[in-house]
């Protein structure tokens, strides 16, 4: 099969990354968070204690670091990070550096190398308007701020931790509004993406709508 391509956007906690995964699985493409390329260079820089306001120093990082693909996730420099990615000291500084143009460049490079190699379904927020323009299938998956705050909210009480939904919400629409504002590449959808608001849908109600459309691109 031709290297078939699947640009998933949308704000943060509309449930990406679980319905991308899912939809990778199924169509047997590889599965490329892109977030989590963004979280493993803000890692990396808080690891490695750099100037993390030196634009220069920190897209010279993204270049180096290595990504791997594997069926759970991406390896970064050989390691495997999954909860060190998630802190809220790192979500602050992906979201920080994300708004780096040359940070931005490094990442969308390997972003589209990947895609060069594999068929992707890949995840983020500038995949269909600008790292995938050509992608055969484009969705930008958006919820509510209450239902993604929810969402979110249960998350992090089946794993134990007691947060408040408000302060949630309030940091989803600090999220989006960064996202939303920033000079390069913001947040929006493509003008051929398909939109689908997941707020009353279950996840393998998305990921069906989302393999009926691929359907209709093979
Ligand atoms: O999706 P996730 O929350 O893991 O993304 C982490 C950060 O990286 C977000 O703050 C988002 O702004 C940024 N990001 C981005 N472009 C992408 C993927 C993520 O700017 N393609």
């Known amino acids: 099969m031709r290297r078939f391509l699947v640009a998933i956007d949308g ?65 970064i420099n050989g390691k495997w990070l999954k909860e060190e990615l998630r802190t809220p000291e790192v979500s602050q500084l ?3 550096i994300a708004k780096m143009g040359e940070v931005r460049q490094a990442l969308v490079r390997k972003q589209q190398e990947i895609a060069r190699q594999h068929g992707v379904v ?34 992090l009480l089946a794993k134990g931790y007691q947060v408040d939904e408000r302060t949630l919400q309030e940091e989803i629409r600090k999220r989006d509004e960064n996202d939303q504002t920033r000079k390069h590449s913001p947040l929006r959808q493509a003008e051929d993406a398909v939109f689908i608001d997941t707020s009353d849908l279950t996840v393998s109600e998305v990921v069906e709508k989302i393999l009926e459309l691929c359907r209709t691109k093979v």
């Open 11 to 75: 704000p943060a906690g509309a449930g990406k990354s679980t319905v991308a995964r899912l939809v990778a699985e199924q169509l047997g493409l590889t599965y490329v968070d892109t977030g989590a390329m963004y979280r493993g260079v803000a890692w990396r820089a808080l690891q490695e204690k750099v100037d993390v306001t030196n634009e220069e120093v920190l897209a010279q990082l993204a270049e180096a670091t290595q990504f791997k693909l594997e069926k759970e996730g991406i390896r």
């Open 122 to 155: 890949m995840d983020g927020r500038d995949i269909g308007t600008h790292v995938l323009p050509h992608a055969d299938v484009k969705v930008f998956l958006t919820a509510s701020i209450e239902k993604r705050a929810k969402r979110r909210y249960l998350e």
């Open 94 to 96: 992906a979201s920080a």
